[in-house]
């Protein structure tokens, strides 16, 4: 397998790239297959959670990789340059939740994708150290509660 990638670096990436696409591809088919609403958010949250619990060391190795790389100017550079663009299609699909919402975002999509990136991340290290504190609806919940509040904001005169 090794001899397909450069280095370790590289696999790590490849792999970093697919959970993305895997997990994009997840929250497609949930906007898809749930009209608009709340319940679209809770279910969308509950399939990305279900696929956090089927890949608990996927988690363990993004975060030894981005310690490692947080430490390493050089490897923080290509990180970043590495996690910016896999961050692109959750953007577009914050935008496209938005727009078939007909909803005027009041921030840049870019940044709820990095919210909801974090709030992923940090639940699932929660989840790692603490299973039965994080509860399989709780992320869905939260999307919710998230789209919700900005769509309040929104609507504010």
Do not use: C
Not at 9 to 25: C, G, H, K, N, S
Not at 72 to 97: C, G, M, S, W, Y
Not at 127 to 132: G, I, K, M, V, W
């Amino acid at each position: 397998m090794y001899s397909n990638f450069t280095s370790k670096d590289e696999l790590f990436y490849a792999l970093m790239t697919e959970r993305i696409t895997e997990r994009v591809e997840t929250a497609r088919d949930g906007f898809a297959q749930v009209p608009p609403g709340g319940a679209q958010a809770i279910e969308v949250g509950r399939r990305l959670t279900e696929k956090l619990a089927e890949q608990p060391e996927w988690h363990l190795l993004f975060i030894e990789f981005w310690a490692r790389a947080v430490r390493d100017p050089k490897l923080r550079e290509e990180f970043v340059q590495r996690r910016r663009p896999a961050r692109i299609p959750i953007t577009e699909l914050i935008q496209k939740a938005a727009d078939d919402a007909g909803v005027e975002l009041p921030v840049p999509a870019e940044h709820l994708a990095i919210a909801v990136l974090a709030l992923s991340n940090g639940l699932a290290i929660e989840s790692l150290a603490d299973p039965e504190s994080v509860p399989p609806q709780l992320f869905g919940t939260v999307l919710n509660l998230l789209l919700g509040a900005l769509v309040a904001v929104v609507e504010q005169p």
